[in-house]
């Protein structure tokens, strides 16, 4: 009789099952880690998605999405103001000359009219990814070197402020007593709308005056530093004669309450 092991009905060596063991073993230790693995990404997940990259790549969506939207209804906003202000005109809403050309004062002070004059704008951008030091003695430079931050925002503002300006725009919106200039890393966000760099910064206002402040502000004068050893865009235009529009977003005031 033949002893091949190919034979039906035959026991399989000892030596076989020496060889045949260990691998078994291997495959059942396999399953088990990967049971171990899929019940530590349930545990960590806890019903989310765990795809930091798409996550991220959403939550970027939606904030680009609502921004827009916040710009229509500003628009929106804007025209609808523009026709209760015709409508009061045309029929005087039962004001007399005296409190509209009060009102009118007031409209202005707060910034919801167009304002015209003359203008600069400052624009500021970030240094080239690569950036190396342009003069000697000073160190390589590190991620927050190269980008612009809110202080260097709120530094130009104020300079713009101190200058004299009658009227500030940032990028295309309006700033009035209640704007606040906020950045979340590299973005800004402003009134509800989200802006990347480059920054452009327009006031209206004697343009010496302005140039003076801006030259003159301790803050700015650091930033200047950064310009000219990394590369931090800094750029100071003449406009002309330039006309700002009206802020057109909601004067109401929002704060937190309480829950319950």
């Known amino acids: 009789m033949s002893n091949s092991a190919d034979s039906p009905g035959l026991r399989t060596s000892p030596a076989r099952q020496k060889r045949l063991r260990p691998v078994r073993i291997l495959t059942a230790g396999v399953f088990a880690l990967a049971g171990l693995l899929f ?107 190269l980008v612009i931050h809110q202080q260097d925002l709120q530094a130009v503002v104020n300079a713009l402020w101190q200058g004299g300006a009658d009227g500030i725009r940032v990028m295309d919106q309006r700033l009035i007593s209640t704007s606040a200039v906020r950045c979340v890393g590299n973005t800004l966000i402003l009134q509800g709308r989200v802006y990347s760099p480059p920054y452009k910064i327009t006031a209206v206002g004697d343009p010496a005056k302005l140039k003076r402040a801006l030259s003159s502000a301790p803050s700015i004068q650091n930033y200047m530093l950064y310009v000219n050893v990394y590369g931090l865009g800094w750029k100071v235009n003449d406009d002309g004669m330039t006309t700002l529009p009206g802020y057109a977003g909601t004067v109401d005031l929002h704060q937190a309450k309480p829950v319950g």
């Open 39 to 145: 019940v530590t990404s349930f545990n960590t997940a806890k019903g989310t998605n765990i795809r930091t990259d798409a996550s991220m790549l959403k939550l970027s969506d939606l904030i680009q999405e609502r921004s827009g939207r916040n710009g229509e209804l500003e628009e929106s906003n804007g025209v609808l103001r523009d026709d209760v202000e015709t409508l009061t005109k045309n029929g005087h809403g039962g004001a007399t000359r005296t409190e509209e050309d009060r009102l009118k004062a007031l409209e202005a002070q707060a910034g919801t009219q167009e304002l015209r004059g003359k203008a600069l704008t400052v624009t500021l951008d970030d240094a080239p990814p690569d950036a190396t030091p342009k003069l000697p003695g000073y160190p390589d430079p590190q991620p927050d070197d």
